[in-house]
């Protein structure tokens, strides 16, 4: 029996899952999903494996809160040293500030935690960067970040603070007496309580005489949310020394913060509490992300039965405008009285067959320019047929999917491209027009080669003879009325048993069988490149079938996991 993953490994193979979640098509819940399958890459990179690989790394505590709050000023404050910027304009654009003690500068310096991060050290980092400093005001054993604004009006800048408090062990969360209600803050503080995240709120820049009044509205707002373990530490509204609050003031968080770090017991747990919070959290937050999937694999499927519909309701007409007589009217039906005779052949209908036959064979045989101006006008009518299919059938792809989930972004401005044909549609369509007439034509040769056959067959000639063959394709007399059937129906009949008397009977209606598959197989070749148009967008955003169950299927190891590793 194979053994289960270990809790690195399953962990790994959850995120590598997440990571490549399908996510191609613009539906409903994709840009909310691909938000989530972000963070939870990020979270699982940053924090959770480098944790799981080594437990008794530093703890990491992220400062984070709204703009202004004083959370530079606050860490500058406990360390009693300018480490750190305050943003005097706001907003600010600057890479977050990593403090740890010198003895654990090899902890912070490689890519084991944030490996996304660029180290920087001796001044300010840029875009992408972490600024790496040391400093004997902090323990061994405890690191400090200086996160971005969480409600920054620059998004970069919430994407990296939302990135970082999902890296930390311990929330710092700076808040102040005028704005610890405000929704972003709270929007945050939530997701600490739904991944049981360890948490210390500062409340900040609280007037001397409303601070029992604040403080105490806000630990009842922190219980009603969950969160009454949180440890809640306030900070009056001082005048600054230096840069630096008033030591009595940062003094209470300083203590508890080097009580963390000189306790290693008491550490663990804080550890224990966030890491199995961030595991536990991770089902909730994947199952998102799989349904996310099931919906884009719902779209895919109705974008894709669209272009078959239209494709084949093009087909359809193809098929049924070459068997119902539509295509013998016109031009074709003018070549076609002009390649028989039509006053002669009118007149050989009302009884004198013999001369009827005669005038056939005439025509076949004499007259090779009626025969060829017959094909030409097939060649163009059948041609006029497929581009007109095939365009009604890209024009009724384009408006589905401009009605579908995910249609109009997929189409994305090529609208005018693809709702006609292909730029190279009508060359294709008449080479395979012209290579279909020669397969009819060798058809009609390759059955004259017999020695019984092929002296007749020589005597009419072979294009005259093709020619009736391809007529005899769309002589169903569905589609025409009147002289049309007498014309183009009753002379095919007529034509047919002449070419019945050279091959036999059995022959032609196998001829006329094989020219028509043929032809049906080229039509449905060229709409089914048409299609290929629409596919091949999908396709490249298509998810696999089997998507949804692969991330289940990594979730369910990782619960495995998590269980054998109890």
Request: hydrophobic letters at 50%; proline letters at 4%.
């Amino acid at each position: 029996m194979t053994s289960p993953a270990t809790l690195p490994d399953a962990l790994q193979a959850l995120r590598d899952e997440v990571a490549a979640a399908p996510l191609g098509l613009a539906t409903l819940g994709r840009d909310a999903a691909a938000r989530t399958a972000a963070e939870v890459v990020h979270q699982v990179d940053d924090y959770l494996l480098p944790r799981l690989r080594d437990l008794d790394a530093p703890l990491l505590a992220v400062v984070g809160g709204s703009t202004g709050a004083g959370k530079s000023t606050l860490v500058n404050s406990l360390l009693r040293a300018h480490v750190t910027t305050p943003g005097v304009l706001r907003p600010t654009t600057r890479a977050p500030v990593l403090v740890c003690a010198p003895a654990d500068r090899a902890a912070f310096a490689g890519d084991r935690v944030l490996p996304g991060l660029t180290r920087t050290t001796g001044g300010q980092a840029g875009p992408g960067g972490l600024q790496l400093v040391t400093h004997d005001g902090l323990p061994a054993g405890l690191a400090l970040i200086d996160a971005p604004d969480v409600d920054s009006v620059v998004e970069a800048n919430r994407d990296l603070a939302g990135q970082l408090l999902a890296a930390a062990d311990l929330w710092v969360f700076v808040t102040t007496a005028a704005r610890y209600a405000d929704a972003v803050p709270w929007d945050l503080l939530r997701t600490a309580q739904e991944r049981g995240t360890a948490l210390a709120v500062v409340l900040d820049r609280v007037p001397p005489e409303a601070v029992r009044e604040v403080a105490a509205d806000l630990a009842a707002m922190l219980r009603s949310g969950g969160l009454g373990g949180a440890h809640l530490f306030v900070v009056e509204e001082r005048p600054l020394h230096d840069g630096f609050l008033p030591d009595d003031q940062a003094g209470p968080l300083r203590s508890w913060l080097h009580a963390l770090a000189a306790d290693q017991e008491q550490r663990a747990a804080v550890v224990r509490q966030t890491l199995a919070g961030a595991l536990g959290s991770l089902d909730d937050r994947v199952a998102s992300v799989v349904a996310a999937v099931e919906e884009q694999v719902t779209a895919a499927d109705a974008l894709d039965a669209a272009a078959d519909a239209a494709y084949a309701r093009a087909r359809a007409e193809v098929g049924e405008a070459v068997g119902n007589g539509t295509l013998l009217r016109g031009e074709v039906l003018a070549r076609w009285q002009e390649f028989v005779g039509t006053g002669e052949w009118m007149r050989s209908l009302q009884g004198q067959v013999g001369r009827l036959r005669d005038r056939v064979t005439a025509a076949l045989t004499g007259r090779p320019t009626p025969a060829a101006d017959l094909q030409g006008a097939l060649e163009s009518g059948v041609e006029v047929l497929l581009r007109a299919e095939a365009d009604r059938a890209a024009e009724a792809t384009v408006t589905s999917w401009r009605a579908l989930p995910g249609g109009i972004a997929l189409l994305a401005g090529r609208e005018e491209e693809l709702e006609g044909v292909s730029p190279g549609f009508t060359g294709v369509a008449s080479d395979e027009v012209r290579d279909w007439q020669g397969y009819v034509l060798e058809l009609v040769r390759d059955e004259g080669a017999g020695k019984r056959s092929r002296a007749r067959l020589m005597s009419w000639g072979v294009n005259g003879a093709g020619a009736v063959v391809m007529v005899a394709v769309f002589a169903s007399t569905a589609g025409l009325t009147g002289a049309e059937v007498a014309i183009a129906g009753g002379t095919t009949a007529i034509g047919q048993r002449v070419l019945e008397a050279v091959f036999g009977d059995a022959a032609v209606r196998e001829l006329a069988a094989r020219a028509r598959a043929d032809l049906d197989a080229r039509a449905d070749r060229l709409l089914g490149m048409e299609q290929d148009r629409f596919d091949e967008l999908l396709d490249e955003v298509a998810p696999a079938p089997d998507a949804a169950e692969r991330l289940r299927a990594a979730v369910a190891g990782l619960d495995v996991a998590r269980g054998a590793r109890a």
